[in-house]
């Protein structure tokens, strides 16, 4: 099994900047994985989830949709099993729930994705 726990959401006005963190934990992405990937996605109200960013623990190259590229970064700690999205320049239609995820492949899909966390709420507005 795998925990997933994210953190750093909040309330920003348009053009600032947050920093989401998620914790893993768990057996299971040393014993069900020998690379593994971690994804965020966001869920609006309304709308369907959809990948944000996502990297592989095999070899740090990472994936952006392109709503976000040159804004967002995601980072891994493979040693404290902790990824990170930076998130810059925020705009209103980046507002919502963010969720980590872990999986085999580095997709933005979320149907690829094997263990979720609780997700953590992004509110964007002046």
């Known amino acids: 099994q795998v925990q997933l726990v994210e953190s750093g959401g909040g309330s920003v006005q348009p053009g600032g900047s947050l920093r989401l963190s998620c914790a893993g934990s768990?057996?299971?992405?040393?014993?069900?994985?020998?690379?593994?990937?971690v994804g965020w996605f966001r869920q609006a109200p309304g709308k369907e989830r959809e990948g944000v960013a996502c990297?592989?623990?095999?070899?740090?190259?990472?994936v952006y949709d392109d709503s976000v590229k040159g804004r967002f970064t995601i980072s891994l700690d493979n040693a404290k099993k902790i990824t990170y999205l930076q998130m810059n320049s925020l705009k209103s239609e980046d507002a919502g729930v963010y969720y980590c995820?872990?999986?085999?492949?580095?997709?933005?899909?979320?149907?690829?994705?094997?263990?979720w966390g609780q997700g953590t709420q992004v509110a964007v507005s002046s």
């Open positions: 990297m592989s623990s095999a070899d740090g190259v990472t």
């Open positions: 995820a872990v999986g085999r492949w580095r997709l933005l899909d979320p149907n690829q994705y094997d263990y």
């Open positions: 768990g057996s299971g992405l040393s014993s069900d994985y020998r690379y593994y990937a």
